[in-house]
């Protein structure tokens, strides 16, 4: 049976519900894709900003294709 890896990725703000982001055939593409969403901070120019994360929660699936 062959498996693919799906991303999905979830927005920092309150009302963000999960989108879909890709889907990977290789289970290590998907997983180094998924650590840089899970690292990415949003860029803006306030130097009062912290540097909030751009994803507020990243999950891969695997996902069976029949």
Not at 16 to 23: A, L, M, P
Not at 28 to 55: H, I, M, Q, T, W
């Amino acid at each position: 049976m062959t498996k693919v890896y799906l991303i999905e990725v979830r927005g920092n703000d309150y009302y963000d519900q999960f989108e879909f982001f890709g889907v990977y055939a290789d289970k290590f593409r998907a997983e180094s894709v998924a650590l840089e969403l899970r690292c990415k901070v949003e860029d803006n120019d306030d130097p009062c900003d912290d540097g909030e994360l751009f994803y507020e929660e990243v999950i891969v699936s695997e996902v069976p294709i029949l």
